[in-house]
């Protein structure tokens, strides 16, 4: 099974920052990343997916890099509604895993 | 617009079965493949496993392999977690998604609301 690993697991920042969250898999997965947030109550969002893809309606501050096994989601300059906790997930290989999570807090 | 809406939460007792059912409304049902994911509290998310509406065949995740079912009912366009043999660390939120695109891609982007299961004597 392969292991994501998230960074931070909790992230402070101020809004209008730039956020800056990391994902790595334990082996190789390609392209086959995606991003999600979460808000406290509420399912899932996709956010990215091929690593760098947009998902239809999410905003164009969402951006996602790959180098080998490290991802990053950039959150270019965060508003109010973003505050929430991350999830990157691997679906190159079954069983599909996501990683523990990464909260961005005010 | 594409949407799961999701049974309403349950309680159960160890040892017991559950089902949960996920409706899909505003898209072909049997054109995408549906995922069931769960997140017990405080823990990250899970994959269980997915089901293909079209065909009915289903993969499980190895730990679940012995103890979950996955249906479809088209129709009415319903998918169905069966989860038995329940314990205290089935407690979770259950959510059925559906894949962005036709075929088994894995990238999930309509989720129901999630089903809340709680195991408890």
């Known amino acids: 099974e392969i292991v994501m690993t998230q960074s931070p697991a909790t992230l402070s920042v101020s809004p209008g920052e730039r956020a800056t969250l990391s994902c790595r898999a334990s082996?190789?997965?390609?392209?086959?990343l995606a991003w999600y947030q979460q808000i406290p109550g509420q399912a899932p969002r996709l956010l990215i997916y091929?690593?760098?893809t947009r998902a239809t309606g999410i905003p164009a501050r969402f951006s996602g890099s790959r180098s080998g096994t490290e991802f990053t989601l950039t959150i270019s300059s965060l508003q109010s509604e973003d505050f929430a906790v991350y999830y990157c997930q691997q679906y190159s290989d079954w069983p599909y895993t996501f990683g523990q999570g990464t909260k961005v807090e005010i | 617009q594409a949407q799961l809406v999701q049974s309403g939460a349950e309680v159960k007792k160890p040892g017991a079965s559950v089902k949960v059912s996920c409706k899909a409304f505003g898209y072909i049902f049997v054109g995408y493949f549906l995922h069931w994911v769960r997140q017990a509290p405080g823990q990250r998310l899970e994959w269980m496993g997915w089901?293909?509406?079209?065909?009915?065949?289903?993969n499980f995740v190895q730990k679940f392999q012995d103890r979950v079912t996955m249906t479809t009912d088209t129709s009415i366009d319903t998918a169905y977690l069966e989860l038995s043999r329940l314990r205290s660390d089935d407690t979770a939120i259950y959510y059925c998604?559906?894949?962005?695109?036709?075929?088994?891609?894995?990238?999930?982007?309509?989720w129901g609301e999630g089903t809340t299961v709680t195991v408890s004597s």
């Open positions: 998604a559906r894949d962005r695109e036709t075929g088994i891609r894995g990238e999930v982007d309509v």
């Open positions: 082996q190789s997965v390609n392209y086959f």
């Open positions: 091929g690593a760098s």
């Open positions: 089901v293909n509406p079209n065909t009915g065949s289903t």
